[in-house]
T-cell receptor, first 111, second 117 residues
């Protein structure tokens, strides 16, 4: 399982774009990159997933460079409700899969 | 919106008592995971089932923990006897594996907060 490294914490003001970068230097050819969000007293919630280049949905964008050794989760115009812990994970796309969670990045949005 | 349901949401028990946590995965999902979350260790994988068969329970203390799936709609995690160090939030998650392409994202329940005194 590829190990991931991401900042422990980040602060941002409301309305700003937030970019959280994750390193996964030993990502395998078949691995996908996935991000989860966790609010206090709730289970993690899937945000976005990708394999290469760029993926965008209604919540976030995920940028993956050609070497795939890192990825950046971009949250446009954050609000106070985006305060949460964000986890970057790498896993094999098909067949059996296990998600190994690291410490995540605690994002605090300031008014 | 389909959800993973966990019961109970909170459980307070005394050391030595048996604790049973239940999980109803999303209908149609073929994989079920049990995770434990503490401040110190974060989210730890305890056990993993696919098509109701245990695939990996290496994260569980075998002497006191057991995980089962009596049927496709119910997964259980038991601790006997419980100890104060078992105090944590226990999450169940379900998903669908696929032979080709990418697996579905995991859907997590809201957890069982266990306190062992």
């Amino acid at each position: 399982l590829a190990k991931t490294t991401q900042p422990i914490s980040m602060d941002s003001y409301e309305g700003q774009e937030v970019n959280i970068t994750c390193s996964h230097n030993n990502i395998a050819t078949n691995d996908y990159i996935t991000w989860y969000q966790q609010f206090p007293s709730q289970g993690p919630r899937f945000i976005i997933q990708g394999y290469k280049t760029k993926v965008t949905n209604e919540v976030a964008s995920l940028f993956i460079p050609a070497d795939r050794k890192s990825s950046t989760l971009s949250l446009p115009r954050v609000s106070l409700s985006d305060t949460a812990v964000y986890y970057c994970l790498v896993y094999s796309g098909a067949g059996s899969y296990q998600l190994t969670f690291g410490k995540g990045t605690k994002l605090s949005v300031i008014p | 919106d389909a959800r993973v349901t966990q019961t109970p949401r909170h459980k307070v028990t005394e050391m030595g008592q048996e604790v049973t946590m239940r999980c109803q995965p999303i209908l149609g999902h073929n994989t079920v995971f049990w995770y434990r979350q503490t401040m110190m260790q974060g989210l730890e994988l305890l056990a993993y089932f696919r098509n109701r068969a245990p695939l990996d329970d290496s994260g569980m203390p075998k002497d006191r923990f057991s995980a089962e799936m009596p049927d496709a709609t119910l997964a259980t995690l038991k601790i006997q006897p419980s100890e104060p160090r078992d105090s944590a939030v226990y999450f169940c998650a379900s998903g669908s594996t696929r032979d080709r392409g990418v697996n579905s994202p995991l859907h997590f329940g809201n957890g069982t907060r266990l306190t062992v005194t």
